[in-house]
């Protein structure tokens, strides 16, 4: 009995892209193979057929260029899971500690619910209050989520000076930014410095 599974394709060649056109074409009575590219409803031209050296694939797998993908995507499907600890009730004074003790336990990632004035959260709302809760911790290996309503984009670039302050660049980051003022708005009724939101 075979320990591993044969792999037939070695002994056969791979048949070239045009040798399955001439086939399609002569099925298809003079129709070309183009015509069989349809687009999606956003307008993306989808072939018939797609093999490993399709060139316009290669820069859409993720962790490579251009990364609209993302980046890192590999390496942490390689690693397992990620556990993302949500954080959105806890008292301020105990968080720091609450944070590190989950890190220690399996946390990967941690997921910080902000107070945006309109539901519960944590009452962090300027530089000074992000940088107390998380200037004791790695950002290069803790992916971040801030979660902010109106404040996420003026949080972000809050956790980007930290970042500078702990000699990491903007590349070195990963997580995530919540930041939706129309869902916000629809949810809500109503948005507290909504032009500013808008044009962040």
């Keep these: 009995m075979l320990s591993e599974k044969p792999d037939l394709g070695v002994h056969f060649p791979a048949p070239p892209m045009t040798q399955w056109a001439e086939l399609v074409e002569k099925i298809m009575k003079g129709r070309s193979v183009e015509s ?6 956003e307008g993306i031209g989808i ?10 694939l290669g820069a ?3 962790d490579s260029p251009p990364y609209t993908r993302g980046s890192g ?3 942490r499907r390689q690693a397992g899971w990620d556990i993302c600890q949500l954080y959105d009730l806890a008292d301020l004074d105990d968080l720091q500690t609450r944070i590190k003790q989950d890190l220690s336990r399996g ?9 945006d004035s309109q ?16 200037s004791s911790l790695d950002l290069k290996a803790v992916p971040v989520v801030l979660d902010g309503g109106r404040h996420s984009w003026p949080l972000f670039c809050a956790l ?10 903007a590349s070195d980051l990963s997580g995530a930014v919540h930041f939706d003022p129309v869902s916000e708005l629809l949810g809500h009724g109503s948005l507290p410095g909504q032009g500013v ?3 962040d």
Excluded: C, F, M
């Design 73 to 75: 995507v590999l390496a």
């Design 160 to 169: 980007n000076k930290i970042a500078k302050d702990q000699g990491l660049e």
């Design 36 to 41: 069989l590219t349809v687009k999606s409803d």
């Design 119 to 134: 539901d519960h959260g944590l009452n962090v709302e300027d530089l000074d209050g992000l940088k107390a809760l998380l």
């Design 197 to 199: 939101a808008l044009d």
């Design 60 to 62: 859409r797998w993720p």
């Design 47 to 56: 072939r018939p057929l797609y093999t490993a050296s399709s060139e316009s």
């Design 107 to 115: 946390v990967n990632s941690l997921w910080l619910r902000l107070n």
